[in-house]
């Protein structure tokens, strides 16, 4: 697991997945919104795509989302995707609270306004979104493995396989535990 790429709806975890699974197989993390957050949206999509193309000549990669125009040919080239799936409450819950944590570090986070079109967005478009992320997660080529977490819980459990639990004892323990 070298390719990995990690898509779901806005507030499903992908970034903080993304970014445990940096911290344990110590592998780049790429996220689509750093690469588009600061483009303007009518040149987003080729300036996006042209980044991906580049990040995934690398031999190791977590991309963190997926721009959407692209989405199949980029896919296809990691070797594992993680999708990421919450209830629509939930969803928006994050969203909102990571709003609100970057107004308050003082971080750019866009506006009152933006918020507000992404979330009624997100509940506009959640039944058709759910579907299409589905179908691409479920279409994904067989060289592709699948992992599908569906709360933190299952997230957290899957986390869990990375992390390396060898004690180290000093030497001169009257105990010392044999690898």
């Given at each position: ?8 709806q806005p ?5 903080y ?25 009518q040149i987003?999509?080729q300036q996006v795509?042209?980044a ?10 977590i991309i963190?989302?997926?721009v ?27 969203v ?7 107004k308050i570090?003082g971080e750019?986070?866009?506006?009152l306004?933006?918020?507000l079109?992404?979330?009624?967005h997100?509940v506009?478009?959640?039944?058709r ?20 977490l569906?709360g ?27 690898n």
């Open positions: 697991m070298k390719r990995i790429i990690i898509i779901g507030g499903s975890g992908k970034t997945t993304a970014q445990q699974l940096m911290r344990l197989k110590n592998i780049g993390l790429y996220a689509v919104d750093d690469l588009a957050g600061r483009l303007e949206d987003i999509s795509i042209a991906f193309d580049e990040i995934q000549q690398k031999r190791e990669w963190d989302g997926i959407h125009c692209n989405a199949r040919k980029h896919l296809s080239k990691a070797d594992t995707v993680i999708f990421l799936e919450r209830p629509l409450l939930a969803r928006v819950f994050r909102i609270r990571r709003w609100c944590q970057k570090l750019p986070n866009g506006s306004v933006r918020l079109q992404l979330l009624w997100m506009r478009m959640n039944a979104a759910t579907v299409k992320y589905r179908h691409l997660f479920l279409t994904l080529p067989d060289h592709v493995n699948r992992v599908w569906r933190d819980t299952e997230v957290e459990i899957w986390l869990a396989q990375f992390v390396d639990l060898q004690f180290i004892q000093p030497a001169n323990h009257p105990n010392p535990i044999v």
